[in-house]
């Protein structure tokens, strides 16, 4: 919303980040699906029918400069508000000067629109008032009202390569020559800045601004410069949004991909970031009943004496107990039975008729259960085999929720099948059964 403020004259500096925003969407460096011709953003402003679009990434991809590029594209005002600090009273200001301008309205984190924000916000778009934006780090799914989710278009934004943050740096480096600003990096050093920023535009352009100001004259780049401007420098991971459930979601998919570089990977990005290292013990003990189970159960075991440990130790000590457990259940090797055929088996309690208990296995331990014919239950144990073949639920096909996951390897799953198929004389059920 245009104000007395914005009517002044900028006076400070501008920081770097900030001059260089797109003015157009051919300016934008990145995110190719949405920006390039023909994508769903080009074709609506081409036909002047924005409607609602939802901007959806991590911080630093773009998501305000690409909303006003399309108000610049659009000849529309370009009226930003912050989740935070917008009142109803100025959206519902803001609709009433959409009927006489043309608006282009954008929120920033608009996941931490409270409901009665939200509500009037839908009126809007609802009724085609004003064209609008909204930026959020947090899945729309999950952070933002059905109602807002359904009247928008949900565009997903992704992190800038490597190679598009070369090139943003680089456009830095120009326009800091433009403005007399002389500063002299080598292409290594301009890709280190680049991978360091963690695919965050913003992130490169302040490193860049922060090494190349306040030098009298020219200034050439140093590894001690460079070394200074990333002592303390942090990791992209928000503990509360997106980037925990993603990058939580690549280390137990490591594991169970039996991939020990990439385990150690994300676990070293989650200790970084500071994550709670129950947390994180936690999740590996998941994972070695749900990926490992019956095929070493001494993962487990490994897994709930790491948990034990990191509450007596904590870092940073306590990261070399993760690892031994993460690796444990990642070199390991793998079985789902368990997991699959509890699911199995819950399924089949919730959706069909239950099943009776037969009676020679109703609780016998009273006068007059054998009256009632609770009998008839042969004890394993008097077996030479140690099991008898006996109804345990009736109508019950063998295999229907335990199938084995047992392969070539010497697992503890893969013996008990051997065994169980000698005493039974029958194969045992298998996900994938023996050519």
């Known amino acids: 919303m245009s104000d007395l403020f914005d009517a002044a004259p900028r006076e400070g500096h501008e920081p770097l980040a900030s001059v260089l925003r797109p003015k157009t969407l051919d300016d934008v460096i990145g995110q190719s699906a949405i920006v390039r011709p023909g994508s769903i953003l080009r074709r609506r402003i081409a036909a002047g029918a924005l409607g609602s679009i939802i901007l959806y990434g991590p911080p630093g991809v773009g998501k305000t400069s690409i909303a006003r590029a399309v108000g610049n594209m659009l000849g529309k005002e370009f009226c930003q508000l912050h989740a935070t600090r917008a009142t109803v009273a100025e959206l519902r200001k803001l609709s009433d000067e959409a009927r006489i301008r043309p608006l282009l309205i954008f929120v920033d984190e608009i996941h931490r629109f409270s409901s009665t924000q939200?509500?009037?916000?839908?009126?809007?778009?609802?009724?085609?008032?004003?064209?609008?934006?909204?930026?959020?780090?947090?899945?729309?799914?999950?952070?933002?009202?059905?109602?807002?989710?359904?009247?928008?278009?949900?565009?997903?934004?992704?992190?800038?390569?490597?190679?598009?943050?070369?090139?943003?740096v680089r456009?830095?480096?120009?326009?800091?020559?433009?403005?007399?600003?002389?500063?002299?990096?080598?292409?290594?050093?301009?890709?280190?800045?680049?991978?360091?920023?963690?695919?965050?535009?913003?992130?490169?352009?302040?490193?860049?601004?922060?090494?190349a100001v306040g030098h009298d004259g020219p200034v050439e780049i140093t590894e001690e410069m460079l070394e200074e401007a990333y002592?303390?420098?942090?990791?992209?991971?928000?503990?509360?949004?997106?980037?925990?459930?993603?990058?939580?979601?690549?280390?137990?998919?490591?594991?169970?991909?039996?991939?020990?570089?990439a385990?150690?990977?994300?676990?070293?990005?989650?200790?970084?970031?500071?994550?709670?290292?129950?947390y994180i013990a936690r999740r590996i003990m998941?994972?070695?009943?749900?990926?490992?189970g019956l095929a070493d159960n001494t993962a487990l075991q490994t897994a709930v004496a790491a948990a034990t440990a990191v509450e007596k130790i904590g870092y940073p000590e306590a990261r070399i107990i993760l690892a031994h457990a993460a690796l444990h259940v990642a070199r390991a090797p793998k079985s789902n039975s368990a997991c699959r055929g509890i699911g199995l088996a819950l399924s089949a309690v919730t959706q069909e008729r239950p099943a009776l208990v037969p009676k020679h296995l109703r609780d016998a331990h009273y006068k007059g259960a054998e009256a009632l014919g609770h009998k008839g239950y042969r004890f394993p144990h008097d077996d030479p085999r140690g099991w008898v073949e006996q109804d345990y639920v009736t109508g019950l096909e063998p295999g229907r929720f335990y199938q084995s996951d047992a392969r070539d390897a010497g697992t503890f799953e893969k013996r008990a099948d051997s065994f169980w198929e000698q005493v039974h004389g029958q194969p045992a059920p298998r996900r994938f059964p023996k050519d």
Not at 141 to 159: F, G, K, M
Not at 286 to 292: G, L, N, T, Y
């Open 286 to 292: 998941i994972h070695a009943s749900e990926d490992v």
């Open 171 to 211: 456009r830095g480096l120009a326009h800091l020559q433009g403005q007399g600003i002389g500063v002299t990096m080598t292409p290594e050093q301009i890709r280190l800045i680049a991978g360091r920023s963690g695919g965050d535009a913003r992130r490169a352009l302040t490193t860049l601004e922060s090494l």
């Open 231 to 261: 002592a303390s420098a942090a990791v992209n991971h928000d503990r509360s949004g997106d980037q925990h459930y993603d990058i939580v979601s690549a280390f137990v998919k490591s594991m169970r991909g039996s991939d020990a570089d």
């Open 118 to 168: 939200a509500d009037d916000l839908l009126a809007i778009c609802e009724n085609g008032t004003a064209d609008f934006i909204g930026a959020t780090t947090g899945n729309p799914y999950h952070a933002l009202t059905p109602a807002l989710v359904s009247r928008s278009t949900i565009l997903q934004l992704e992190p800038i390569t490597l190679e598009e943050m070369e090139e943003v």
């Open 263 to 278: 385990t150690l990977y994300w676990l070293a990005r989650m200790i970084h970031a500071g994550e709670d290292p129950r």
